[in-house]
């Protein structure tokens, strides 16, 4: 039998198909070293567990209310100047909010700009939109706003930004997020603005919001992650901050898609809200301390530009790249040789790039590096 057209228009998530890849190398028993995850790769806080199971021991087992616990919904919206719970929506995962999102603002045929190279999923879930995704490259992995500007024109309905970068670490700076509002504000445009990693940011800088101008409140929706932030990523919790409207709009929508996201995973979440700032605090050091070390190696090896925030590097292997060899050839080269697994730039987008993960042990990192450098 034909599945439809709209199913056979997408691509497989490559990250996904990398991680069961992974999967059944080690369960034939081979050594991996992971560099292609995409976990933070600590165990969530104590507070989380524990909360998680008191609620299943009090039954908090049932369907609760589709956009979210009200006393979690009004927790996050703290962080968001001038919002209450009516501004937030809960969802199983980030992954989910952006796809409701594209559903909610996308008409057939619109066109949303997304910077490349880009998360894998984005493209897929525009054109699960109907609409069509545009694709605009960056420059150092900075946005280039003049290209995006060029790429704008009556059908375009949204811009997207993710902001610290999955696959380039890059963090985008407030200067750039003013002008990228100006442009949607002049051309009435949504913005759709990933911060999924936005509590990962090195060098003691800060991770800027979009929101934080507010004449582009009302076209702005934000998304968050709990899976990045408290490494919850097997919860399944995400959350999208916007006007009521849009709330209301993207409620209609889960109500019929999934209804409300696990009740007692909830729970975890709001113990996760409700902590101090100590834990991110350290995983952040420790992560720094590992980009430190993935940064010293890689651009050692290869072109990279130092990343400042999430967990990745993405530097660019063609001096490594014998003619008519592919990024994909080139990791498959390594997991053979090596035992570690990284992402070719394909994925993302662009050729000629693998994605490094350096959310592991500061021992298997330096192990992994040394096994690449000595193939190389
Ligand atoms: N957005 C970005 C940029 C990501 O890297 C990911 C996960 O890797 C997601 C969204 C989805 O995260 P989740 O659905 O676990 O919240």
């Given at each position: 039998m034909k599945l439809s057209d709209r199913i056979q228009s997408i691509e497989e998530s490559k990250t996904v198909q990398f991680s069961s890849l992974i999967h059944n190398l080690r369960k034939q028993g081979k050594a991996v070293i992971d560099f292609?995850?995409?976990?933070?790769?600590f165990d969530p806080p104590q507070e989380v567990i524990d909360s998680t199971k008191e609620a299943l021991d009090a039954q908090k087992t049932r369907y609760g209310p589709v956009a979210g616990l009200p006393e979690l919904k009004a927790k996050l919206a703290g962080?968001?100047?001038?919002?209450?719970?009516?501004n937030i929506i809960l969802s199983n995962g980030s992954k989910q909010s952006l796809y409701s999102i594209f559903q909610a603002i996308c008409d057939p045929d619109d066109e949303v700009i997304i910077p490349r190279p880009?998360?894998?999923s984005f493209s897929q879930q525009v054109k699960l939109a109907g609409a069509k995704p545009v694709f605009v490259d960056t420059k150092r992995h900075q946005l280039d706003v003049e290209e995006i500007e060029q790429a704008v024109n009556k059908r375009t309905r949204a811009i997207v930004i993710n902001t610290?970068?999955?696959?380039?670490g890059a963090v985008y700076p407030k200067k750039i997020l003013e002008t990228v509002a100006g442009l949607a504000l002049e051309h009435d445009l949504f913005i759709v603005s990933d911060?999924?990693?936005?509590?990962f940011v090195y060098d003691g800088i800060e991770s800027e919001?979009?929101?934080?101008?507010?004449?582009v409140r009302d076209r702005t929706l934000v998304t968050r992650s709990f899976s990045k932030s408290f490494s919850m990523?097997?919860?399944r919790i995400g959350y999208v901050a916007a006007s009521e409207d849009i709330i209301k709009g993207l409620a209609k929508l889960q109500g019929h898609l999934s209804?409300?996201?696990?009740t007692f995973a909830q729970y975890g979440a709001l113990a996760a809200v409700s902590l101090n700032n100590d834990f991110i605090v350290q995983w952040r050091y420790q992560l720094q301390r590992r980009r430190d070390i993935a940064y010293e190696y890689v651009s050692k090896l290869f072109d990279c530009i130092r990343p400042q925030g999430a967990f990745y590097v993405f530097p660019d292997i063609s001096k490594h790249?014998?003619?008519?060899?592919t990024s994909e050839d080139f990791a498959a080269k390594i997991l053979t040789h090596t035992g570690v697994a990284v992402v070719p730039g394909e994925a993302f987008g662009i050729p000629n790039h693998i994605r490094i993960s350096y959310a592991v042990p500061e021992i298997l990192l330096i192990k992994g590096f040394r096994k690449i450098a000595e193939v190389l």
């Open positions: 292609a995850v995409g976990e933070p790769g962080a968001f100047e001038g919002y209450g719970e009516e880009f998360w894998v610290p970068n999955n696959p380039t911060e999924s990693y936005n509590f919001s979009i929101f934080s101008f507010k004449a990523t097997g919860f209804g409300n996201v696990c790249l014998k003619s008519g060899e």
